[in-house]
């Protein structure tokens, strides 16, 4: 195996090991650590500040296929690092309020980022959260070996450092662990007093920019854990996010939903959302080889044959075979034919498996989020 030259004497070599036995150094920043986890490819040439804070990635260690990332730091407040917050209490350049991802791996890492809002770098920014990163990985290879094998668990192993194991990154729960603990309220500014439809978000990892694009289109959201007794909750309409790891796990949540179909109000769904109520409308999902992510998945629309060009994050998908008579297909990925959105023909309900509010990333769905408001 090729070594690499050592750009500085401080710098530790760093393995990056995956499940089948294949193995690729490198040198290690960030927070000096071993971590494990199960190792994905995103295809995004920009937003890893949103990307790696995105509750989506919990518990996941990133291959970025773009070559070069960090070039323009990171938009926190500088030496300390703590993110910008709006006045409404959302972080103004994440999708949360922490790194969600256990490790990131580069080709090339930036030390000298030049941009006007960037605080610190992203070596410092992942030192500050404890999040281990590794570069002078072919990342092409890297990719072209999970396309064919498929997403694994692998492990970062900083020479002289703690070995750990290949389970030792698995999360039994991951929506449980980025899940909102208790409810919790947002109204838009000025709208003290005034009577404005009421929305409530199942945050099973809800990106922040599905909170900024409700609240921007003046409804009141209520976040909502992701096993809330939905029953005796008033609303005018129910919004499911995104969020990590395998579907079934939210059992919870997809007997919720079986009972909010009862009530007949809207329902919304993206990513883990669409999964979700796919389950709860009596369908099957499966674990797809390598995912969808990035912010450049072309998905057609059924009957007009529209293309968009969607941001995802997920790592599963509905099985269209398994939809009962009363749901149909809304969206198809363009390049592999898999389910990226279901709509009932019986009632308010849809879904999409993307991300109409991708941020960064295309924003050429964000109309789904005006019809659902509109619907209520």
Known sequence: MKKHTSPAEQVRQATLVLEDGSEYAGWSFGDQRSQAGEVVFTTGMTGYPQSLTDPSFRGQILVSTYPLVGNYGVPVKPKTGEPYIDDLGIPLHFESLRIQVAGLVLAEVCEDPSHFASGITLAAWLEQNKVPGIYGIDTRSLTYRLREQGVMQGKILLEGSREVTMDSGILSHPVADVSPKEPKTFRPLGSEGATIPRIALIDCGAKANILRCLLARKVEVVCLPW???????????????????????????????????ERGKPIFGICLGNQIMALAAGADTYKLPYGHRGQNQPCIEVGTQRCYITSQNHGYAVRGDTLPKTWEPWFINANDHTIEGIRSTQGPFSAVQFHPEGCPGPRDTEFLIDRFIDSL
Do not use: M, V, W
Not at 228 to 249: H, I, M, T, V, W
């Open 227 to 261: 096993d809330q007794d939905l029953r005796e909750l008033e609303y005018d309409g129910l919004f499911l996010s995104n969020g990590p790891g395998d579907p079934k796990a939210c059992s919870k949540t997809i007997a919720g939903i079986r009972h909010a179909f």
